[in-house]
């Protein structure tokens, strides 16, 4: 049963910048901003490159990741969505989901990367496992 509620999902798609969670070898978290978009029920993120967090995620399938979603709650909270789950990496695709999701977080006519021939990278995809927060996606009131 997929766990991303509507809200979550529309928190998702609208161009929030995420703060992405991983777990270096020591143990110690590893924090990074990403893009994120949907793929079904999974969180996607395009990198060009095999950095660090990517690294991370092979060593380490879990993660976190957070984001501001702008909204206030009836307490006047400011509302959060906080996602753990279980991460894999693919290769190829970047290029395409960083276009994507450059419409959503730059402009409809940004062009990105912006670069003749970019390299064709990795995907991350975060399969939810629970999810937190403040915001209607929580059972919280």
Do not use: C
């Not at 395009?46 to 307490?75: C, F, Q, W, Y």
């Amino acid at each position: 049963m997929p766990i991303l509620t509507p809200q979550a999902r529309s928190a998702l798609e609208v161009g929030h910048l995420a703060h992405l969670v991983t777990l270096n070898e020591d143990g110690g978290p590893q924090v990074t901003i990403v893009w994120v978009g949907l793929d079904g029920d999974e969180i996607v993120s395009g990198h060009l490159a095999l950095r660090k967090k990517l690294r991370n995620v092979e060593r380490d399938p879990r993660v976190t990741l957070s984001m501001e979603t702008g909204g206030i709650d009836s307490r006047g909270l400011a509302e959060y969505l906080v996602i753990n789950g279980v991460a894999r990496v693919t290769k190829g695709g970047a290029p395409a989901l960083l276009q994507q999701l450059a419409h959503i977080y730059l402009g409809p006519d940004v062009r990105f990367p912006p670069m003749d021939d970019p390299p064709d990278g990795f995907v991350l995809h975060i399969t939810p496992v629970h999810i937190g927060g403040i915001g209607p996606w929580t059972m919280q009131p």
